[in-house]
């Protein structure tokens, strides 16, 4: 009985871990979407900048 017991606990650990890496995966996308809009913006102004210096 015990050797179930450790074989449930054991298959929930892993299933928490792996939700885990899965919404850790999940925040870095979308910390790099947001970064990288950020840097198009800046890109763009930028560019406008630019445009009006000539």
């Known amino acids: 009985m015990n050797g179930i017991s450790e074989d449930l ?8 871990l792996a ?16 970064l990288s809009r950020k840097a198009e913006r800046a890109a763009q102004q930028a560019r406008l900048a630019i445009a009006r210096a000539l």
């Open 9 to 16: 606990a054991r298959a929930h650990r892993d299933a928490r």
């Open 19 to 34: 939700e885990a890496r899965d919404l850790r995966a999940g925040h870095q996308l979308a910390r790099a979407r947001r």
